[in-house]
C-alpha cells in the first residue's frame, strides 16, 4: 500500500504538537511497558497495522514477552497481566469504542483503584494519543513493517 501524503512534510506543527505529547507522555510516570501494551491494544481494536508493527517491536525491545504480546487480544481470560494492567486495559477498550457506551461507571471505578488521579489524566492522554495516531496512520496509508525501534534504527 502506498502512502498518500508525508504528513510531517505537510503539517509539520500539528506533527510536532502531537511529538510533544508523546514526549510528555514518555516521561509522565507511567511504566514504559504499561503504555506499550495500551499502545498495542488499542492500535489491535483499530486495526492498524503500522502501529502494531511498531509498538509490538517496541515492546519487545523493552522486554516484553512473547506469550503477553500474544494474549493480548484475550487480555481478559489471560492470566499473565497485573490488576493494574487490566485496569488500564480496560480503560483503553472503553476510550477507545466511546460510542459503544460512553465510559461506563464500572470501569471508571475500577480504574482509579489502581491509578492516581493525575496517573488516570495520563492514561487517558496516552489512550487519546494512540487513537489520535491510529486514525492518522490508517487514513494516510503509512506502510507497516517499516518501522524499527530506536535503537535498532542506527545499525
Same mark, same amino acid.
Given at each position: 500500500?502506498?502512502?498518500?501524503?508525508?504528513?510531517?512534510?505537510?503539517a509539520t506543527d500539528a506533527y510536532r504538537a502531537m511529538a510533544s505529547l508523546e514526549k510528555y507522555l514518555a516521561?509522565?510516570?507511567?511504566?514504559?511497558?504499561?503504555?506499550?501494551?495500551?499502545k498495542l491494544r488499542a492500535s489491535q481494536m483499530n486495526g492498524?497495522? %503500522?502501529c502494531i508493527d511498531m509498538h509490538w517491536k517496541d515492546a519487545r525491545q523493552g522486554g516484553e514477552t512473547?506469550?503477553?504480546? %500474544?494474549?493480548? $487480544?484475550?487480555?481478559?481470560?489471560?492470566? %499473565? %497481566?497485573?490488576?493494574?494492567?487490566?485496569?488500564?486495559?480496560a480503560w483503553t477498550?472503553?476510550?477507545?469504542?466511546?460510542? $459503544?457506551?460512553?465510559?461506563?461507571d464500572s470501569v471508571y471505578e475500577k480504574v482509579k483503584?489502581?491509578?492516581?488521579?493525575k496517573e488516570l489524566? $495520563?492514561?487517558?492522554?496516552?489512550?487519546?494519543a494512540i487513537n489520535a495516531w491510529n486514525?492518522?496512520?490508517?487514513a494516510l496509508r503509512s506502510p507497516a513493517g517499516t518501522y524499527k525501534p530506536p535503537a535498532q534504527a542506527a545499525h
Open positions: 500500500m502506498k502512502p498518500r501524503i508525508n504528513l510531517v512534510e505537510v516521561n509522565c510516570g507511567l511504566e514504559k511497558p504499561l503504555r506499550e501494551l495500551v492498524c497495522a %503500522y512473547e506469550q503477553r504480546l %500474544y494474549g493480548l $487480544d484475550a487480555w481478559e481470560e489471560s492470566p %499473565y %497481566y497485573s490488576e493494574r494492567e487490566r485496569a488500564a486495559l477498550e472503553a476510550l477507545t469504542f466511546i460510542s $459503544d457506551e460512553h465510559v461506563p483503584q489502581h491509578f492516581s488521579e489524566a $495520563d492514561l487517558t492522554w496516552l489512550v487519546a486514525r492518522v496512520a490508517i
